[in-house]
């Protein structure tokens, strides 16, 4: 998949790396802050499926480009398996972020289906799945441009 003979991945993985750590943010955020829930509840789950879906599309261009260049090169491998992750992860976040949306109680909101032990729980999941999001993204990222600058590019 090319735009003007330029592989789309290198464009697209720019949503993914924008989207995925500001969605893990506002995650965190959500789940830490109770008094910040009313505006942060629908920022939330909207930017993580956002990002579930750029990652989604980054993989999906970037498994394109790798059968474009052939070859099984370990530095593409590895970023691969890291996607794979990442991707999984983002997914993940997009699910949870979601049944906070419905479960987590918000003031001056209708919602929050949850007692306080489920808010609690679901709390400390959201931050932990946010979390490993945040890291996955850092470690894809440096695989990826190890990839490009000792491997294909360079």
Do not use: C, F
Not at 25 to 32: F, G, T
Not at 117 to 131: D, E, I, S
Not at 137 to 152: N, P, Y
Request: proline letters at 4%; charged letters at 5%.
């Amino acid at each position: 998949m090319t735009i003007s003979g330029i592989p789309l991945h290198p464009l697209v993985v720019h949503a993914a790396v924008v989207l995925a750590p500001v969605a893990a943010l506002a995650a965190i955020a959500y789940a830490v802050l109770p008094r910040g829930r009313a505006w942060l509840r629908h920022a939330a789950a909207v930017v993580a499926v956002g990002a579930a879906a750029s990652v989604q599309l980054a993989a999906m261009t970037g498994d394109s480009l790798a059968s474009t260049l052939g070859g099984a090169n370990p530095l593409v491998q590895d970023h691969e398996a890291w996607a794979g992750r990442l991707q999984a992860a983002t997914w993940v976040l997009a699910g949870v972020a979601l049944l906070a949306w419905w479960a987590l109680p918000v003031r001056g909101v209708r919602g929050g289906q949850g007692g306080q032990a489920v808010a609690t729980v679901l709390g400390v999941v959201l931050a932990l799945v946010a979390a490993t999001v945040l890291v996955l993204v850092v470690l894809t990222g440096h695989s990826g441009a190890e990839a490009v600058w000792k491997g294909v590019g360079g």
